[in-house]
């Protein structure tokens, strides 16, 4: 009865516009896919896809369970984005979100059926609408952009056992990352909010398990363990964040994994940025960042400058290690 099926509609449809034939089955060439290939409304179930890397302008990410959402989040030297998101529902179909490079406040996007994300996003635009083409102190600034996930509970992580960001040793490497992550949990800021986040993280041991990111920057299937750690990203990268995140009834997805690597290949980091700094990056002021995209926050684009969130680094600059309005805004939003 079954073959009897596949038969028939394998010929009504007379071989044609393969890879979707046969009643909903879909053949994937081998090798990394783009968008393209897997657009959103397919199946990874009928398309065998889970486990595959996706990419899309320079990022990646590798297909998850049904489910699960993936994220991938580059900073980047000249603010150029690289990064978007691949959600897989719990019947197989994909969806993405931010599938554009060419305008930083569509970080804002976010999830359409996420109603946290479409208020942050109108209040993002906004904000742009009122500040055109110009920056604005942190604390005057109200922009930021929501990704549709949070840390319901304790965000436990690890600290990879290879070189560490400015050869560090790994107490001092922890303290750094530990104070950043804790930038992010307890909201600090120079504009005098109070703490009302109710994030919480902490920092567990060292391990030899890695962040599952690749020396393209993009997110290989996960571990299961948060992994902050170091090693070679694609050149103007100077960090990358991988987040997955279970669909949640009602509310933004919860966190369920979210790793970390700097890029030591191509950039250099230190915990000490003086007068003597040229080239190098702020690792507090980069890890306080990633630790956003952690909790759930997204980037904010042109005219943000003042805030953590904003795309790109700035190197030898402390400005990040605190957060700005729009930053603890993002925070209380989700927390
Ligand atoms: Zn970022």
Redesign the pocket.
Known sequence: MAVATVVSLAALGGGAAPPRAEGGACTLAPGALTVDDLPAGSSVLDCAAVGRLVTHAGAGVTVPDPGMKVSV???TEDGSLH?FTLAVAADGTVSYDDLTDADPDADADADADDANAASAHAHTRASVAAAPGRARAACADDAYATAGHKEYDTYEWFLGDGTLPGNLAPDDARRALEDAIGTITASRNDCGFGDTVTAKARFLSRTGNEADIDRDARCMARDGVSVWDAGDLSGGVVAT?CSWSRAVSGGPDSLREADVRFNTRDHTFTDHPGEACSNSYDLRSVAT??A??VFGLA?VGESHESQT?Y?NSFACSTAARTLGRGDVLGLRALY
């Open positions: 989040d580059a900073l990064g964040t960042h990633e956003g995209h980037h969130m795309t």
